[in-house]
């Protein structure tokens, strides 16, 4: 006998067709909330990731910057110890100078002339003294002026004065002190 179905059969398929798309849009739902979860934890991973080498390169940093500073430190430290040297080697170099700067004025001082006070800024000096007369401030401004440590002689004030019949000139002269060349300081010390 032949079959014959009397039932809605095209209303059964088309829940079955309604059931599939349902499971199958529920699948790719949940497949879709899966691969975005899945995406948003390794975007939070490399985040994570990312912000842990930034504190890192933060700590590298911050500890290179104090190693800056001490090192600017040390190179304030070494600048201010090569000044002192350089004050040291100036003043040990010039402690002969000195010497001889006293014996160029003690050797420079014709008869007749008298020194009261000598004063030095630098290289500059100020002498000043009597003189039994202006023609004796004169040889003592050419001895200046023939003298290896001493230059350029500069005569600032000259008076005359006269006392119990005697006649005086008192002087104030300016001077430079000089440094002779080796060769020079070498065949005179």
């Given at each position: 006998?032949?079959?014959?179905?009397?039932?809605?059969?095209?209303?059964?398929?088309?829940?079955?067709?309604?059931?599939?798309?349902?499971?199958?849009?529920?699948?790719?739902?949940?497949?879709?909330?899966?691969l975005?979860?899945?995406?948003?934890?390794?975007?939070?991973?490399?985040?994570?990731?990312?912000?842990?080498?930034?504190?890192?390169?933060?700590?590298?940093?911050a500890?290179?910057?104090?190693?800056?500073?001490?090192?600017?430190?040390?190179?304030?430290?070494?600048?201010?110890?090569?000044?002192?040297?350089?004050?040291?080697?100036?003043?040990?170099?010039?402690?002969?100078?000195?010497?001889?700067?006293m014996d160029?004025?003690?050797?420079?001082?014709?008869?007749?002339?008298?020194?009261?006070?000598?004063?030095?800024?630098?290289?500059?000096?100020?002498?000043?003294?009597?003189?039994?007369?202006?023609?004796?401030?004169?040889?003592?401004m050419?001895?200046?002026?023939?003298?290896?440590?001493?230059?350029?002689?500069?005569?600032?004030?000259?008076?005359?004065?006269?006392?119990?019949?005697?006649?005086?000139?008192?002087?104030?002269?300016?001077?430079?002190?000089?440094?002779?060349?080796?060769?020079?300081?070498?065949?005179?010390?």
């Amino acid at each position: 006998m032949a079959h014959i179905n009397l039932l809605p059969w095209r209303e059964e398929l088309r829940k079955q067709k309604q059931q599939q798309f349902a499971v199958v849009s529920a699948g790719s739902a949940i497949l879709g909330a899966l691969l975005v979860l899945l995406a948003h934890m390794q975007i939070g991973g490399l985040i994570e990731n990312q912000n842990q080498r930034n504190q890192f390169l933060q700590k590298e940093i911050a500890q290179l910057d104090k190693k800056i500073e001490k090192i600017k430190e040390l190179e304030k430290t070494k600048a201010a110890l090569l000044a002192r040297m350089d004050i040291i080697q100036q003043l040990q170099s010039s402690r002969p100078q000195s010497v001889h700067l006293m014996d160029e004025l003690v050797t420079t001082l014709p008869d007749g002339v008298y020194l009261e006070s000598i004063s030095q800024k630098g290289g500059a000096l100020t002498l000043a003294g009597v003189a039994q007369s202006n023609a004796r401030v004169s040889a003592y401004m050419r001895n200046i002026d023939n003298s290896e440590w001493l230059t350029k002689p500069q005569l600032d004030v000259i008076e005359t004065k006269e006392d119990d019949k005697r006649r005086t000139a008192e002087f104030v002269l300016r001077a430079s002190q000089a440094t002779p060349s080796q060769e020079d300081a070498g065949e005179q010390g």
